[in-house]
Nanobody
Framework: QVQLVESGGGLAQPGGSLRLSCSASASIGSSYTLDWYRQAPGKQRELVAIWSSGGNIRYADSVKGRFTISGDNAKKTVTLQMNSLTLEDTAVYYC?????????????WGQGTQVTVSS
């Protein structure tokens, strides 16, 4: 019952920037993570960055120093600022939510948004 809405995908040149946003429905509650994954053609889906409602942040080694994830607890949104893009960043990027409940957790996926880095 949690919906994720993504925006901001598109085309960028090597060295350029893009910003992705994901908004979760209010039903996600107050204890959750909003994360970004990506999947390039022929590759497995990989974790890019995690932001938690408690303020914890983690990045994949491949994007450290280039990408920044930030969130807003009130709006239940997360933003991924992607700088210094390379061809290897081309992928479908998926917003992911992990909702913590009393006796477990639930996970949700956005529909994905295409990021293409090309000269």
């Amino acid at each position: 019952q949690v919906q994720l809405v993504e925006s901001g995908g598109g085309l960028a040149q090597p060295g350029g920037s893009l910003r992705l946003s994901c908004s979760a429905s209010a039903s996600i509650g107050s204890s959750y993570t909003l994360d970004w994954y990506r999947q390039a053609p022929g590759k497995q889906r990989e974790l890019v960055a995690i932001w938690s409602s408690g303020g914890n942040i983690r990045y994949a080694d491949s994007v450290k120093g280039r990408f920044t994830i930030s969130g807003d607890n009130a709006k239940k949104t997360v933003t991924l600022q992607m700088n210094s893009l390379t061809l290897e960043d081309t992928a479908v990027y998926y917003c992911h939510a992990r909702q913590f409940i009393l006796f477990g957790q639930k996970e949700y996926w956005g529909q994905g948004t295409q990021v293409t880095v090309s000269s």
